[in-house]
């Protein structure tokens, strides 16, 4: 088994495993190593992947990114080793290593990602605050929750989402299984968020990541849900503090673009593959 290095970090205890692999050679299309890395009792255990690599790598041709400004790419894994195009909590937790190995300086910084090129204002500590993009409402659509019937609004934040602002009882839902979902609207799937309605400016949010499946938090998620908060109460524009397990995020919302900003830490290092000593 070969051996390659790792950092695990979390965003609102959304955790990933980081992979630096700037000249992209660690093999990742079959998605073995993702699963085993991201596996909760074999593995290191994580909500997926983030490989760090540089822009002018085959990595970053094949996944057809546009470095253009950047110099980095996230490549972003589910824990399930399938791709998605982007992670609010993940380039947060990506940008906060880039500082910490001495990669950029703090400051900001553009990230490439699978859904274009992302604003990161990082620093050693503190919150991080990334530049989304903006978010487009689609249709309305439903989804059956646990066996309970949601409605909800799709929301592209780069990767696909269905927002359900409910009244339903937030702790009674079951997320631990997939949400069924119209699947001719969300053909490669969706990320369904479960939250309350809009209420001195915060809601509460839960989360079902497709691929990972329910997570503490999710940042495009809570983009998501601000944005459907917002729209069902009659506004485009505003400022959202979310509530989700793992911790609160700020999401800001304008007519150009989406921001979100939160916690990013990292909480350990080591390698993966190598012999564990005798007695240890």
């Not at 760090?52 to 400004?69: I, S, W």
């Not at 990334?130 to 309305?140: F, I, Q, R, S, T």
């Not at 509460?204 to 849900?225: F, P, Y």
């Amino acid at each position: 088994m070969d051996v390659v290095e790792f950092v695990k970090g979390h965003g609102t205890e959304n955790d990933f495993v980081v992979l630096p692999d700037p000249d992209g050679v660690v093999d990742l299309d079959d998605g073995l190593l993702v699963r085993a890395l991201c596996h909760r009792r074999r593995g290191i255990g994580a909500d997926g992947v983030l490989r760090v690599v540089r822009t002018d790598t085959p990595v970053a041709a094949a996944a057809q990114v546009d470095g253009g400004e950047a110099t980095w790419f996230m490549d972003y894994r589910n824990a399930d080793g399938s791709l998605a195009e982007m992670c609010g909590n993940g380039i947060r937790v990506f940008a906060r290593y880039l500082v910490a190995a001495g990669l950029v300086a703090p400051g900001a910084h553009p990230v490439a990602t699978r859904a274009g090129t992302r604003w990161v204002t990082v620093d050693h500590s503190g919150p991080v605050t990334v530049d989304m993009g903006p978010a487009e409402l689609g249709p309305y659509s439903t989804t059956v929750v646990g066996g309970v019937e949601l409605d909800g609004v799709a929301v592209d934040v780069g990767n696909p989402h269905l927002a359900c602002v409910t009244t339903t009882d937030l702790e009674g839902l079951d997320l631990a299984r997939p949400p069924r979902y119209d699947t001719s609207l969300f053909p490669r799937g969706v990320n369904v968020e479960v939250l309350t309605p809009l209420a001195d400016g915060a809601v509460r949010l839960r989360v079902h990541e497709r691929g990972s499946g329910e997570t503490r938090s999710c940042g495009t998620g809570t983009v998501a849900g601000a944005v459907a908060a917002l729209h069902a109460v009659g506004r485009g524009t505003g400022t959202v503090t979310v509530d989700t397990p793992g911790g609160t995020l700020l999401v800001g919302v304008d007519g150009a673009t989406t921001s979100l900003t939160g916690p990013a830490e990292l909480v350990a290092r080591g390698t993966w593959g190598a012999p564990v000593a005798a007695g240890v």
